[in-house]
């Protein structure tokens, strides 16, 4: 049974960080691309960060360029978003991706 489990969401105020992780379990996690999507209140889900089956590509939203890094740790069967500088136009439920199968997402709020 594959499952997507993330954490580290929170409330930061507007320029702070905030690292997402997201625990896989059920699938053979090396050999799959993962990704990280975002859906804010009223708003379609939007793709935010991608990372191959072997981190060696990564490709980003153009919004979060240059403030997120996706990473991953084929180990411990993880993914990871690193997100700085946040805006409060990033708040948003984030979830982890592979496939069809979705975790049931981490609140992310910026606020001040």
């Known amino acids: 049974q594959v499952q997507l489990v993330e954490s580290g969401g929170g409330l930061v105020q507007p320029g702070g960080s905030l690292r997402l992780s997201c625990a896989a379990s059920g699938f053979a996690f090396s050999i799959y691309a993962m990704s990280w999507h975002r859906q804010a209140p009223g708003k379609e889900r939007e793709l935010v960060a991608r990372i191959s089956s072997g981190g060696g590509l990564t490709n980003y939203a153009d919004s979060v360029k240059g403030r997120f890094t996706i990473s991953r740790d084929n180990t411990k069967k993880t993914v990871y978003l690193q997100m700085n500088n946040l805006k409060p136009e990033d708040t948003a439920v984030y979830y982890c991706?592979?496939?069809?199968?979705w975790g049931q997402g981490t609140q992310v709020t910026v606020s001040s």
């Open positions: 991706n592979r496939n069809t199968d």
